[in-house]
């Protein structure tokens, strides 16, 4: 039986999505799951720590793990009261000052609560969110006002509730939107028809990579009993490999990078794969590490090095097999799940009490740069699971009381 640790763990990776290849740190907006590449990177972090200002705070209606998305001058959060209703907020940014909020009746329970999992995406002028027992909602991100909605279960027949809900973050890709209610679907975004509909094993909870490898762009991620590849535009499968689901659940999404997948999963040993011409999946593995077996925190790039958390920060090389350069242990923040924003040569980690570090990795070392305390309440119980957002200058975080939004002030040796 899966640990309360681990379960409540699950609740806020919420599957990290992967970076496409040869993609640049993007900055301004941070749209949805790990920004507007999907891949956690984002270039306009400061060279050195920055002074952070806390701008304003919201209390919230209760623990939801869920992350934030901001973009177009707002902040979108789900969360709930744990008992009747989900919630949905739209803030303006700069200021906190309420937009709109929309309610959703949710007297259903599951373990570790019935809040929403996945982030919404913020996407031409709509809000699209996930509840965790598979409400889909498109709203007018100016007023609120639903768009279209649709069910997993009532609309698509998905069958059984997973066990933890519905936790993988709405896609954008090439004007669609890609949910797995109990196959992988494309929708259009602004309707909410369907484009394409292609058979799987099942929902895991890890979200769908993105990217052009072996020549073919294509969607990557995890069913209930595989790792497959899909063409974005007719949802055909490109290839599929087993994969080890034995936990129940697969949460760490797959990462590109430089043309290779590599798969982080807790009951495999992290492998890195290589693709032939067409877009197919080699599945001979290039390399594989033995030290990165995370429960849920996906890896992300900082430049050339794959940073990943798992009893520590560790920091492996892609270029020479996968080889651990170095395991940093002594800092809290980086013991339980943490999450990742970084650039080609620096990054910050969101630890689980509240806490942001920022780090410089090299091959040799992990450079502290400095720290600061964002979030998180007082007393053993309270972490911080929510992924955070960064955008034009504001960082948000929140924790199981306040959505919180804070000014990066750039130190003036910063260009």
């Not at 609560?113 to 909602?137: E, H, L």
């Not at 309707?191 to 094993?201: F, P, S």
């Not at 007719?234 to 490999?241: A, E, N, V």
């Not at 910050?348 to 570090?357: A, H, I, N, Q, S």
Request: aromatic letters at 10%; a positive charge.
């Amino acid at each position: 039986m899966i640990g309360s640790v681990k379960v409540t763990c699950l609740l806020a990776f919420l599957c990290w999505a992967a970076w496409a290849p040869g993609t640049e740190a993007a900055g301004g907006d941070w749209p949805g799951w790990r920004g507007p590449t999907h891949d956690g990177q984002y270039s306009e972090i400061p060279q050195t720590m920055p002074e952070v200002k806390l701008l304003w705070k919201h209390h919230m209606a209760g623990r939801c793990d869920a992350g934030l998305a901001a973009a177009d001058g707002v902040v979108v959060a789900a969360d709930s009261d744990g008992r009747r209703n989900d919630y949905y907020w739209c803030f303006d940014a700069a200021t906190g000052k309420q937009r709109w909020m929309a309610k959703t009746y949710n007297g259903r329970q599951l373990d570790y609560g019935s809040a929403p999992r996945a982030t919404p995406t913020i996407y031409k002028g709509k809000a699209i969110t996930i509840g965790a027992f598979g409400d889909v909602q498109c709203f007018d991100l100016k007023t609120g006002r639903i768009v279209w909605k649709k069910h997993y279960m009532k609309d698509y027949r998905a069958g059984k509730v997973p066990t933890w809900g519905f936790t993988a973050a709405p896609l954008i890709v090439d004007d669609k939107l890609i949910v797995t209610p109990n196959a992988l679907m494309a929708l259009n975004p602004n309707t909410g028809k369907t484009i394409w509909t292609t058979k799987t094993a099942g929902a895991n909870y890890s979200a769908f990579a993105t990217g052009k490898v072996g020549g073919v762009r294509q969607i990557i991620g995890y069913d209930a009993a595989t790792i497959g590849g899909w063409d974005i535009a007719t949802g055909k499968q490109l290839w599929s490999m087993p994969a080890d689901n034995s936990n129940g659940y697969i949460v760490p999404s797959p990462v590109l990078t430089g043309g290779k997948l590599v798969l982080a999963t807790e009951s495999e040993d992290t492998r890195m794969f290589k693709f032939d011409a067409g877009g197919v999946l080699n599945v001979e593995p290039l390399a594989e590490n033995a030290d990165l077996n995370p429960e849920m925190a996906t890896p992300t790039a900082q430049g050339d090095l794959l940073l990943g958390v798992c009893n520590g920060l560790i920091c492996m090389d892609p270029n020479d097999n996968l080889k651990t350069l170095w395991i940093q242990d002594k800092e809290d923040s980086f013991l339980g799940m943490a999450h990742i924003i970084a650039t080609k040569d620096r990054a910050l980690v969101f630890g689980d009490k509240g806490e942001m570090v920022m780090i410089r990795a090299t091959r040799k070392k992990c450079e502290i740069l400095g720290r600061a305390k964002l979030a998180g309440t007082k007393g053993k119980a309270s972490v911080v699971w929510a992924p955070p957002a960064i955008a034009d200058g504001r960082i948000f975080v929140r924790d199981e009381k306040y959505l919180y939004a804070y000014q990066i002030i750039q130190p003036k040796t910063d260009k």
